[in-house]
């Protein structure tokens, strides 16, 4: 069973700084896609920032030109480098893996356990 292990949550002032990171077991980092998401209370998760296995990155327009996604291969590691924090950025964060296992389109998807994010004003 594989795990993806997140870190980096914390609270920050408006204006702040901060880090996530997920590491991953090296066959799903490789061959996977991967993105964090975020969550809060009665809302549905929703995408925050994705990058392919072949690093290609995309993000929600809310936090273009704020966030940086990436994926250290020495590490196995995917971060969200995330700068000029909003409150309205508060959540729980979630590291996502998923991919194809076959063409017959049969897939996978694991998910992190949760780092809360909290920004105060």
């Known amino acids: 069973q594989v795990q993806l292990v997140e870190s980096g949550g914390g609270l920050v002032q408006a204006g702040g700084s901060l880090r996530l990171s997920c590491a991953a077991s090296?066959?799903?980092?490789?061959?996977?896609?991967m993105g964090w998401y975020r969550q809060t209370p009665g809302k549905q998760r929703a995408l925050v920032a994705g990058?392919?296995?072949?690093?290609?990155?995309h993000y929600a327009d809310s936090v273009k030109g704020r966030f940086t996604i990436s994926r250290d291969i020495a590490t196995n590691t995917m971060h969200l480098s995330m700068d000029s924090l909003k409150p309205e950025d508060t959540a729980v964060y979630y590291c996502?893996?998923?991919?194809?296992?076959?063409?017959?389109?049969?897939?996978?998807?694991?998910w992190g356990q949760g780092t809360q994010v909290t920004v105060s004003s």
């Open positions: 996502n893996a998923h991919g194809r296992v076959n063409v017959e389109g049969a897939t996978y998807a694991y």
């Open positions: 090296r066959r799903i980092f490789i061959n996977s896609d």
């Open positions: 990058i392919t296995s072949g690093g290609s990155t």
